[in-house]
C-alpha cells in the first residue's frame, strides 16, 4: 500500500492518528478500540465496517447466525 496515502489517513472518528497492521491488513484506532479493513488496498474508513479490538463486544458479520 502506498505509504504517502496512508500518511493522509486518519480515524474518521477521533481524527487520530492510525498503526497500519500489516499482518492483518487493518488500520487501527488505538483511541476507539478499532480496525478499519483495507480491502483489495483500499482502506474502508467506515465506523459501520470498522472491527471492534475490544474482547468484550459481541462477534459481528464474521460469524454466520447460530441457529
Ligand atoms: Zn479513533
Known amino acids: 500500500m502506498d505509504t ?5 489517513l486518519v480515524c ?3 481524527k487520530g492518528p492510525l498503526q497500519h497492521d500489516h499482518d492483518r ?5 488505538a483511541a476507539d478500540r ?9 482502506a474502508v474508513m467506515l465506523e ?9 463486544a459481541a462477534p459481528t458479520a464474521d460469524r454466520p447466525p447460530a441457529s
Not at 478499532?34 to 483500499?42: T, W
Not at 459501520?48 to 468484550?56: F, G, I, K, N
Open 25 to 29: 491488513h487493518e488500520l487501527v484506532c
Open 12 to 14: 474518521p472518528i477521533c
Open 48 to 56: 459501520a465496517e470498522a472491527r471492534s479490538l475490544d474482547p468484550a
Open 4 to 8: 504517502r496515502l496512508m500518511e493522509l
Open 34 to 42: 478499532l480496525a478499519y479493513p483495507i480491502r483489495d488496498g483500499i
